[in-house]
Structure formats: structure tokens, C-alpha cells
């Protein structure tokens, strides 16, 4: 399970495909970098890493959804309270989030 003081969380995330390439471990620890939209919104083309060496539980290629795009996977995490707050609210207002292997 999930280390003590966190909860599973997941999160839709694009460009993962290079984790699973390299066959990152559960458990192993990564970065959460959330991208906004270069139009108007809440994080207006802003960069930023929300979360930092949180471990990635799983890591499972996202159904297919018409409009959408193909590169989506689905990615549990173990974070905190406050962590799975900021990430849950720029998962609804990002253009992407993406993980980065520590």
C-alpha cells in the first residue's frame, strides 16, 4: 500500500509512455510537472512542478475517449492531503500534466 501519511490518488497524465518504456518500478519515486494552457485560465501557460518525489504506484494506459488525445495514461500516486488537493484542482484547469522519473 501506500506509504504511512499518504492516500492513492489518480491522476490523468499525458506523455508517460517513456516511463513504461523503461519499465519504472511501482513504488519508484517521481515528479508531477503541471502545464497550463497558453490561453485564459487559472494557470495561463504557467510551468511549474506540483509535487516532488511522490511515489507512482501505477501506471496503466488511459481508455480512449473520442476528441481526446491517444498519448493519455492513468497514473496513481501516493501523495498527501495537500499534494492530491493542488493536483486534483490542476488536473481540471491544466493543458497537461506530465511525470518525470527521479
Known amino acids: 500500500?501506500?506509504?504511512?501519511?499518504?492516500?492513492?490518488?489518480?491522476?490523468?497524465?499525458?506523455?508517460?509512455?517513456?516511463?513504461?518504456?523503461?519499465?519504472?518500478?511501482?513504488?519508484?519515486?517521481?515528479?508531477?510537472?503541471?502545464?497550463?494552457?497558453?490561453?485564459?485560465?487559472?494557470?495561463?501557460?504557467?510551468?511549474?512542478?506540483?509535487a516532488e518525489r511522490v511515489p507512482l504506484l501505477e501506471l496503466r494506459k488511459a481508455p480512449a475517449e473520442t476528441g481526446l488525445g491517444a498519448d493519455r495514461w492513468v497514473a496513481t500516486l501516493a501523495l498527501s492531503r495537500p499534494q492530491a488537493l493542488r493536483l486534483i484542482r490542476a488536473e481540471g484547469a491544466a493543458g497537461s500534466i506530465r511525470l518525470l522519473a527521479r
Open 1 to 50: 500500500g501506500p506509504p504511512r501519511g499518504t492516500t492513492p490518488v489518480e491522476i490523468t497524465v499525458t506523455g508517460a509512455g517513456a516511463l513504461e518504456a523503461s519499465r519504472t518500478a511501482p513504488g519508484a519515486a517521481v515528479d508531477v510537472v503541471v502545464s497550463g494552457d497558453p490561453g485564459p485560465g487559472p494557470v495561463i501557460g504557467r510551468t511549474y512542478v506540483a
